[in-house]
């Protein structure tokens, strides 16, 4: 299982203008990603302030990851990046040493 920071945005096309609107909608997202806190798929997640995108920490397979992420297409887009460990890291440098 690996672990992934994965930076997201929300497709601004795609906000509703009436602002009632926009709160239900994102709302609803609000209620998706703490279904996947709450599985444990995602870890931390936090969204940039006065922006419409953020990152999350998750954790699994790529398959559960890409799961996981595509329930939120069309409205939201992705870049997601593989996490090594301090460990990994230590392996690495280990290797190249010698």
Do not use: C
Not at 40 to 65: L, Q, S
């Amino acid at each position: 299982m690996g672990k992934y920071l994965v930076l997201w945005e929300i497709d601004r096309n795609r906000v509703p203008v009436d602002a009632k609107e926009r709160g239900t909608t994102w709302g609803f997202f609000m209620e998706m990603v703490k279904k996947d806190i709450q599985a444990g798929r995602t870890k931390d997640w936090g969204a940039f302030v006065g922006e419409t995108n953020g990152y999350a920490i998750d954790e699994g397979t790529e398959v559960e990851i890409g799961n996981t992420l595509m329930q939120y297409a069309p409205y939201v887009s992705f870049k997601v990046h593989p996490i090594a460990s301090v460990a990994q890291v230590g392996d690495i440098i280990k290797k190249m040493s010698g």
